[in-house]
């Protein structure tokens, strides 16, 4: 009879003397095990025996979290300067850095540079760097950001400045989000990126804005690899005082008004026209994206599409542009909800193409809280452009965010449902 071999003599010493199972995992499934715990607990493994001694420092994955567990901002920088210290350069898939929630911000953002720089040196491939600071955000150094491995950069709570959104200091990053953070910038732009997703933003002045008007939507440059996009507005002073329908009201006393003409470019929309799935969500009162369609380049490759309030136009000529746009176009979903203002119309005139597209195609949901007199103007929409009737189903509309006036869901919304299958996946946070 054969002997037994090294591992299962170690397996069966394990089970009889009822040491933990996991000591007996090769170290790559160990290590992988320890990947999903915070680095402060996967460093604490070291004391379980002899074997797992050393198995820390070769985790794929740096996760400086949970950092309301140390005493303050002293205590986790401590750890984390020593945690990179012994580590050493080993490589990791996937790096996480949280800054310390406290009130003294000048010692917990005092070591984040080095911090993101020591991810960004081990390779990592997914990065997230989070402030959390109740007073202020962490001002992410220009030209902290060049990596040839990055692949998925996340952003949380951070103040970015004027030249920091030039992405092409990571050729390989495909996935960008940012969320609750200061945009301070007159370019976003990236050769590279294909999914984007910007939630909870704050823009501030940028080369659109020189007369310092706040809350400005930036100039998005175009990203020609972009795959999926989720964009929603908020808080956005690009509104007309008087609900022209496109802006341009002529009033220089109106907040919105002045100054939103950025020669013959769009704001928004030219920058997403590369994607194959877009959300565009806003207050029914802002105007970047009907202005946008006036001048309205081609989506030769969209096929989920999915709009909120901001398309109901008087003569539903904002919807109408984009479809003629949109070839392909498969899924749209209209999203309405009972918020609702009359614009004017004013003699807005969007791009329209040139020969009708065919909609026999097209299916469509329209999601609302009752079939009124809007609903009906968008069904005969619908019907006179060749949407079957056996094509559209009318859906009740998601409920608003709880103690929220936004006229819009706390979700990613709809198409998450419908891009499951798709070679690129839309992920929102």
């Known amino acids: 009879m054969s002997q037994p071999s090294e591992d299962s003599r170690t397996v069966r010493a394990a089970v009889e003397g009822s040491a933990d199972r996991l000591s007996t995992l090769p170290d790559g499934p160990l290590q992988q095990v320890l990947s999903f715990l915070p680095s402060r607990d996967a460093v604490r493994t070291c004391v379980l025996a002899r074997r ?46 949280n800054s ?45 950001l060049i990596s040839n491995y990055l692949v998925q950069l996340e952003l949380f709570n951070l103040h970015l400045g004027t030249s920091f959104l030039d992405f092409s200091g990571c050729p390989a990053l495909e996935d960008l989000r940012m969320k609750g953070c200061e945009i301070v910038s007159k370019r976003i732009m990236s050769p590279s990126v294909r999914r984007l997703s910007i939630t909870y933003c704050w823009f501030g002045p940028s080369e659109r804005t020189q007369l310092s008007f706040p809350y400005r939507t930036p ?66 009162t802002e105007f970047i994206f009907r202005k946008d369609l006036m001048r309205c380049p081609e989506f030769p490759k969209l096929k989920n599409l999915l709009l909120n309030e901001w398309c109901l136009t008087p003569n539903l000529g904002a919807l109408d542009c984009f479809l003629q746009h949109a070839p392909v176009l498969e899924k749209l979903i209209l999203q309405f909800h009972e918020v609702h203002v009359d614009l004017v119309e004013n003699g807005a005139k969007y791009d329209m193409a040139t020969e009708p597209v065919a909609l026999e195609h097209l299916t469509v949901e329209v999601k609302c809280h009752e079939v009124d007199e809007r609903i009906s103007r968008i069904l005969d929409f619908l019907d006179c452009s060749g949407v079957p009737s056996g094509k559209i189903k009318i859906l009740p509309a998601p409920k608003l965010i709880k103690g929220s006036k936004a006229p819009w869901s706390s979700a990613s919304l709809f198409l998450k449902q419908y891009l499951i299958k798709m070679p690129q996946p839309y992920t929102h946070i």
Request: a negative charge; proline letters at 3%.
């Open 52 to 97: 797992w001694r050393n198995v820390w420092k070769s985790v794929p994955a740096v996760r400086i979290t949970d950092v309301s567990k140390f005493l303050n901002a002293g205590h986790l920088m401590s750890f984390v300067n020593d945690f990179f210290l012994f580590r050493g350069q080993c490589p990791a898939t996937e790096v996480e850095i």
């Open 100 to 144: 310390y929630d406290g009130d003294d911000t000048y010692e917990a953002f005092m070591c984040m540079e080095w911090w993101v720089r020591y991810g960004l040196s081990c390779e990592a491939k997914v990065l997230r760097v989070r402030s959390n600071a109740d007073l202020e955000r962490w001002a992410l150094p220009d030209g902290l």
């Open 219 to 284: 100039l998005l440059e175009i990203m020609p690899l972009l795959a999926s996009a989720f964009v929603r507005l908020h808080t956005c002073l690009d509104c007309c005082d008087k609900m022209y329908e496109t802006g341009n009201c002529g009033d220089s006393t109106c907040e919105g008004c002045p100054d939103s003409n950025y020669g013959n470019k769009t704001c928004l929309v030219e920058g997403l026209s590369a994607s194959t799935s877009l959300e565009l969500i806003s207050a029914q």
